[in-house]
């Protein structure tokens, strides 16, 4: 069973559209994360979520926009896509509303042409 | 500021051989310390952690890490490397305490020659 699942696993979107990513785990945790990686590799929280409450709000464009509908689903959507917003999209998960092990998904790859 | 260094951008090492990576923080709270490997196409998956007590911690796949606290660093080791092992290896610090983002260094690319 996939602990920390997201879908899709690739996407390939014009500029301008709107696309959601989705997430869900199962591993019972009550802190949901989405992380960015870049080009570069680099990786950097947008978002954290705790029993369905936003706690981590990094400076992110207000077109991105997370919805938690439980503490088992962090959804993101991000509306008029830019080419800058090519990445791979990151779910996470961990234990607690403080540092703990996060677990990651297996990564939404965005493609914006 | 807190920040993760990982000197080392891209490392060639002869299956069979040791080796070791290495990371630097910069932390003023107790850290939390953590290494990730992210195969090409895939996600990341945790290798190990140090929170607290013994500063050489084991992980999976036959990789250590020794936490130095003088040093302010968190090196990952493993004594003899496998064509598997080629990845892209991340280190990550967070608080004790503080709400659970993590910061990440950039990345260590290891290749292994046959």
């Known amino acids: 069973d996939t602990a920390v699942s997201q879908t899709p696993k690739y996407l390939v979107t014009q500029m301008g559209n709107d696309k959601s990513i989705k997430c869900e785990q199962n591993?019972?945790?009550?802190?949901m994360y989405w992380y960015k990686q870049d080009s570069k590799k680099f990786l950097k929280i947008m978002f954290s979520?705790?029993?369905?409450?936003?706690?981590i709000n990094e400076t992110v464009p207000n077109r991105f926009s997370p919805k938690s509908p439980d503490k088992a689903h962090l959804n993101l959507h991000i509306n008029s896509l830019e080419l800058g917003d090519s990445a791979v999209y990151f779910c996470?998960?961990?234990?607690?509303?403080?540092?703990?092990?996060?677990?990651f998904g297996e990564g939404s790859w965005l493609t914006v042409v | 500021a807190q920040s993760v260094t990982q000197p080392d951008i891209h490392i060639t090492v002869s299956e069979g051989a040791s080796l070791e990576l290495r990371c630097n923080y910069s932390?003023?709270?107790?850290?939390?310390l953590f290494w990730y490997v992210q195969s090409p196409g895939q996600g990341l998956q945790l290798l190990l952690k140090y929170f607290s007590g013994d500063t050489l911690v084991q992980g999976i796949k036959g990789f250590e890490a020794e936490f130095k606290r003088s040093q302010s660093s968190f090196n990952l080791r493993k004594p003899s490397v496998h064509w598997s092992d080629a990845a892209e290896y991340f280190c990550?610090?967070?608080?004790?305490?503080?709400?659970?983002?993590?910061?990440f260094g950039k990345g260590t690319k290891l290749s292994v020659k046959p």
């Open positions: 979520y705790n029993n369905k409450e936003l706690i």
């Open positions: 932390y003023g709270a107790t850290p939390y």
């Open positions: 990550a610090v967070g608080a004790k305490g503080s709400q659970g983002n993590l910061i």
């Open positions: 591993l019972g945790h009550d802190t």
């Open positions: 996470a998960s961990s234990l607690g509303r403080y540092t703990n092990t996060i677990y």
